[in-house]
């Protein structure tokens, strides 16, 4: 039986793109999952998808930009399921622009979201898993924690952010003999609802032609699933997961 049956699986940003994925690939193969996002109708409809399909799933709306709503989240999961296996801090959003225009408010966002989200979950959850001595966090980077361009600077900041995140989580929980394992995932173009969160029209025209090579979000939820799949004893730490022909 797969290492991923009955593990209890909490997903922010479950509601499209890789997050939604993701929470398909591990319900079908008999996880138990508990998917967060905002919009309440796309959940809705996902849960209902994975329970027709004889999977399990609940939801909870959260921000993760909350702390209140995240420690709400890890105390709904821990209610329903009684213990938490897998965090993926999958939410994420992407308004990219060049520095010079100024966009303050979304730089504020993305470090909300991108960075804080992450550590909020980290706060909320991962104690149940210390208490435990098991667990797995699962973060999304990007290639652009990796590669900086014009125009990416304060996204690649928040993913570079994430990266740093994930290594020093796995080198404190290492030292600590906590069996809590990280994973550091950094896909390149991958077709999901992001780009609709870049405001400016030239940024997003650029991105739409480089995003024409882009790669189904099921290959990323595949590139999860191998993660959580390894015996405990194993840690895959770090996956960059690019279209055959991206380039940079
Ligand atoms: N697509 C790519 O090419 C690519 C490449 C590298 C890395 N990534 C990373 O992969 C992750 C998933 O992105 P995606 O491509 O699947 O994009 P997506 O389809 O836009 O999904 C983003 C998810 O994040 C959620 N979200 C945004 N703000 C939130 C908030 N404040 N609180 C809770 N949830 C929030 C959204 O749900 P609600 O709006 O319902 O809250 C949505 O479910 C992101 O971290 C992204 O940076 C994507």
Redesign the pocket.
């Known amino acids: 039986m797969s290492n991923i049956h009955d593990k209890v699986i909490v997903i ?9 994925a993701t929470a398909q690939e591990l319900a079908s193969k008999g996880a138990k999952l508990v998917l ?4 309440e109708d ?2 809705k409809q996902l849960q209902d998808a994975i329970q027709a399909s004889g999977g399990q799933a609940i939801f909870k709306v ?4 909350s702390r209140q709503q995240m420690e709400e989240l890890a105390a709904y999961a821990l209610k329903e399921y009684g213990k938490i296996d897998v965090l993926i801090n ?5 308004p990219q622009a060049f520095l010079a225009e100024n966009k303050v408010d979304e730089w504020d966002q993305m470090i ?3 960075i804080k ?1 992450v550590l909020y979950a980290i706060a909320a959850i991962v104690p149940s898993m210390r208490e435990r001595k098991s667990g797995q966090v699962i973060n ?5 924690g990796h590669n900086i361009y014009p125009g990416g600077t304060v ?1 690649c900041g928040t ?1 570079f952010a994430v990266k740093a995140i994930s290594e020093g989580l796995r080198q404190e929980e290492a030292m600590n003999g906590t069996n809590i394992r990280v994973t550091n995932i ?9 780009l ?2 870049t405001t400016d029209p030239a940024m997003k025209a650029g991105l739409e032609d480089f ?1 024409q090579v ?1 790669i189904d ?1 099921d290959r ?1 939820a595949h590139a999860i699933a191998f993660a959580i799949e390894q015996p405990s004893d194993v840690a895959i730490n770090e996956m960059i997961i690019r279209p055959t022909v991206q380039v940079g």
């Open positions: 922010t940003g479950a509601s499209s793109g890789i997050g939604e967060a996002a905002r919009r796309r959940l959260t921000d993760v930009t999958n939410a994420g959003i992407m909300d979201v991108n989200g999304l980077s990007s290639v652009a996204y993913k950094s896909p390149g173009a991958v077709s999901s609802e992001l609709e969160t995003y882009a979000a990323i």
